[in-house]
């Protein structure tokens, strides 16, 4: 039987242009040349004839043009997606031409997790970090080792773990904190569990959380979106500040 697949909503797929406008504008401000001379390539290998690359090189310097002029009226990140949303929400024809692609070029529309809600993100965010700082204070208590201070800054290891919540969708964090609330339940269970049975019921947990995750949303948790804006447990930061940071 087919796979049943889910397409993403037209609200949705407004916000997967905002991000990829976004994208685009970040890349194009490195260098326009090397942008085009990444892309051009890969669309005449798609079949794409020159009419269609010249039309989506000029669509790319209006993004690119679009963007300039709203940096210069010293908008932020958040309020240039706000005045892209509005952009894209008065011009409804382009979902409906999405799905029509869709229909002949699977794969582009697929639901790929909620990169979206920020609030939520940030929510779910601050409780996977709460939630772990917890854990790790009852791990050092169950460990016979000296229990850090309340107020004292909680450091998750290894550091590509925090990098990977900052850019994970809500599905992922409802997971993730799903797995840290379990960790919390053993280290504070009464019974007094080994080390290596700990360890054997976090690994069966972790693979039912992923049943669970591919039975609900139909794709592996790490083929989710990444999206352009970050989330860290500050709240929402600037792409290329975020990265400039994390990746110097």
């Not at 039987?1 to 990829?20: G, K, P, S, W």
């Amino acid at each position: 039987m087919e796979e049943e697949i889910t397409l993403v909503t037209r609200e949705q797929y407004i916000e997967m242009l905002i991000e990829e406008s976004l994208r685009e504008a970040s890349e194009m401000e490195a260098s326009f040349m090397g942008w085009c001379e990444q892309h051009v390539p890969m669309w005449r290998s798609r079949g794409y004839d020159e009419h269609w690359v010249r039309q989506r090189i000029e669509a790319a310097q209006s993004t690119r043009r679009l963007h300039h002029t709203l940096k210069e009226q010293g908008l932020t990140l958040l309020e240039i997606c706000e005045e892209l949303r509005k952009t894209y929400a008065n011009a409804p024809e382009l979902y409906d031409l999405a799905v029509e692609r869709e229909r002949r070029h699977p794969g582009s529309l697929r639901y790929r997790g909620n990169t979206s809600d920020l609030r939520q993100r940030y929510t779910l965010r601050i409780l996977v970090y709460e939630t772990d700082k917890l854990a790790y204070e009852k791990f050092c208590s169950w460990r016979g080792l000296p229990v850090p201070h309340p107020d004292a800054p909680f450091l998750e290891q290894p550091d590509s773990i925090r990098v990977v919540r900052d850019l994970s969708t809500v599905e992922e964090l409802e997971m993730m904190l799903a797995m840290s609330r379990y960790a919390l339940h053993l280290f504070d269970a009464p019974e007094n569990l080994t080390n290596d049975q700990i360890a054997s019921l976090m690994e069966a947990h972790g693979k039912h959380l992923r049943a669970i995750f591919l039975s609900t949303y139909k794709y592996q948790p790490e083929d989710s979106t990444t999206p352009y804006v970050p989330v860290t447990i500050d709240g929402p930061q600037d792409h290329d500040v975020y990265y400039a940071k994390e990746y110097p």
